[in-house]
Every structure is written in C-alpha cells, then in structure tokens.
C-alpha cells in the first residue's frame, strides 16, 4: 500500500479563539517502535483539546502539536516491534495528540478493536472518556460493590460515559445537569436521580435521597466552592475524584471534616501518563467493558459532528455547554 507524503490537518495556529484553528497541509507521521500509523475516519473533541487551543494545556514532551487525544480508523503501518494489531484492522485509540489529522500515529498497546455494530464515529468517541471514567472512578476512587456515585456535569462526554458505565456495574448513580432536558437526558441514560444544580442544591438532595448517608464516590469537574460543598454531601470514607477545575483551582477546605469523617480528595490528568499506565486501563477495558459495547449494554452519546475544517465550529459548540454527549469530527 503507497501512502501519501503529505495530509491534511488542523493545527492550532496560535493560542485563542476556536478561529485560530486552521487546515494546512503537513508531512505524513512516520510510526516509531511500538506505535502504528491510523487512516483517521473520525476523532473525539474533548475539553483538554479547547485547553490546549487556548494556551492553557500544552502536549506533552514528544507528542504532536496537533489537537486530538482519540481516533478510530484503520491500522495502515507498523512500526518496529508493533503487536497486537495488523495493517487493515479497523481501531480506536488513545492518543497524546494528532487526533486531528487524516493521518495520526498511536502507540499499539492503546489501540482497541471497534466494537461490533459501531461505526468509526461512535468508536471515536470511546477511548478518552472511557480510559477516564475507568481510570478515576474505579482505579483511584476504589468504587466498591453496593457504593453510590455522583458525576459532576453529567451531560458532557465524561459525564454520558460514567452514568452508563457506572451503572452497568450495579451502582446507584447520581448526576447534575444545567437544564431540565439535560436532567432527563442523564435519568434516561441511567441516573437513578439527575440532579438540576442551577434550581436545586445538590448537597441537599444527595443528603435527603441517601437517607442521610451521603454518597460514597464523586467524579467532580468543577472544583472550586463546589469541593466543601462535596465535602458534606460525601459519606463517612467517601472519595472525591478531580479530573478538571472549570469552576477553579482553589478551594477552601475543612480539614477537621476531612479527619474526622476520612474523606478523601484526589485527582489526575491522564495524558502525561506513561503509556506502560494507560495500556494497563486498556487491558482493563478490553476485558471488562469492551463486552458490554459489544453487546450493545452501552452506547456512546453523540451529540454532533462536524467535518475536519469545520474544527472551529465544533470547538465553539464544545465551549458553550449547549451539547448533551460527545462531539466528533469526521473525514
């Protein structure tokens, strides 16, 4: 199979607005030891994508500087040592970057089958939330049977992810949404109780629905006040799990609570992280959650898709919250 020697791809021109994001024209990626080299039919947009656009989130050292940390496609070369795949088969993968492009490299480990019955679109949209719900929720947040789970923004592409996962392992899950639609969206999706924060307090709702308990995990994405906040509404050894700060880096904490009620507060960013890490989370999801895809248990939410050179708009519907799910930019 001839490749071209040159692709098509949206590069971030400077850091600002989504209209910074321009089509141009670059060399063809070369797959190093261990990665393949993907036709790209569709990637993932995430928030970390609107991060690095803006200048807040720059790719870690050795990764493209291209936008895009998810891809599904067809495998069309090996590099050296490369396992697990072969040229032609058709995968999604978690990438440090170069999603957006006809054309991206991914190391084999974190590549995974398309599931059967999805299109490339709905498998583009799994790999970066799934790796990140899987990784937090039940990895560092330690989610036991019986426990109860709370996802803040429960309507976005993280939040869509977590509802279903959640509770295809049994859990009582919670949510909040900014809207009585995206409310019945998140209940619809498998919420036991959506929780809607712009009219009701959901300190207060998780205390009275849980008898008084609290809820035992929370997956948070605003931070800020939002931490005391989750603090009281946690149960006795309950877990708060940060993966972003919309609503600020800073918050001011009880600590008396934290001790006497052994709670706990911790976060990570998934795309610093080894690949050694992020092909044992893989390995986890190709076991454990691959077969529920596949049997059509869950299914990822597509809000929209947008052409590649149309990257600016979908940034645009990305940043205003409107979307309910995931949006993906095709060929």
């Known amino acids: 199979m001839t490749l071209p020697t040159q692709m098509r791809c949206i590069e971030i021109s400077q850091a600002g607005a989504p209209e910074v994001l321009k089509a141009v024209q670059r060399p063809m990626p070369q797959p190093q030891a261990g990665e393949v080299l993907i036709e790209v039919q569709a990637a993932g947009i995430n928030r970390p994508d609107c991060f690095q656009r803006a200048g807040f989130y720059p790719a870690p050292p050795g990764a493209s500087d291209l936008p895009g940390l998810e ?7 090996l590099g050296e040592g490369a396992v697990g795949v072969v040229v032609g088969d058709e995968v999604c993968a978690l990438v440090p970057g170069g999603g957006y492009a006809d054309y991206c490299t991914a190391p084999a480990v974190l590549c995974l089958p398309i599931p059967k019955g999805f299109t ?3 498998a583009a949209a799994l790999p970066e939330t799934f790796f ?3 990784s937090n929720v039940f990895d560092r947040g330690h989610l036991q049977p019986g426990e109860s789970f709370l996802v803040q ?3 976005s592409g993280i939040g869509t992810t977590a509802i279903q996962l959640v509770k295809a392992f049994g859990h009582t899950v919670y949510a909040t949404a900014g809207s009585a639609d995206k409310c019945a ?3 619809a999706l498998g919420a036991d109780r959506a929780i809607n924060y712009k009219t009701e307090d959901f300190q207060a709702v998780l205390k009275e629905v849980t008898g008084g308990k609290g809820v035992d995990v929370i997956l948070d994405m605003v931070g800020g006040d939002y931490i005391p906040r989750e603090l009281k509404a946690l149960a006795d050894d309950g877990r708060i799990v940060l993966i972003a700060f919309l609503g600020g880096s800073k918050a001011q904490v009880d600590l008396a609570e934290v001790m006497r009620r052994r709670l706990v507060i911790t976060g990570s960013t998934l795309r610093p992280r080894n690949v050694a890490f992020k092909a044992a989370i893989a390995q ?8 529920l895809l596949s049997a059509g ?6 809000h929209a898709t947008f052409p590649m050179s149309e990257a600016a708009a979908a940034h645009t519907l990305m940043e205003s919250s409107a979307h309910v799910g995931k949006i993906v930019l095709t060929r």
């Open 297 to 302: 248990k869950i299914t990822p939410v597509i």
């Open 284 to 291: 986890q999801l190709r076991e454990k959650v691959w077969p």
């Open 71 to 77: 891809v599904a496609g067809t495998v069309v070369a």
């Open 153 to 155: 923004g429960g309507s």
């Open 132 to 134: 990140t719900v899987w």
């Open 120 to 122: 490339a679109i709905q």
């Open 185 to 187: 969206a998140c209940v």
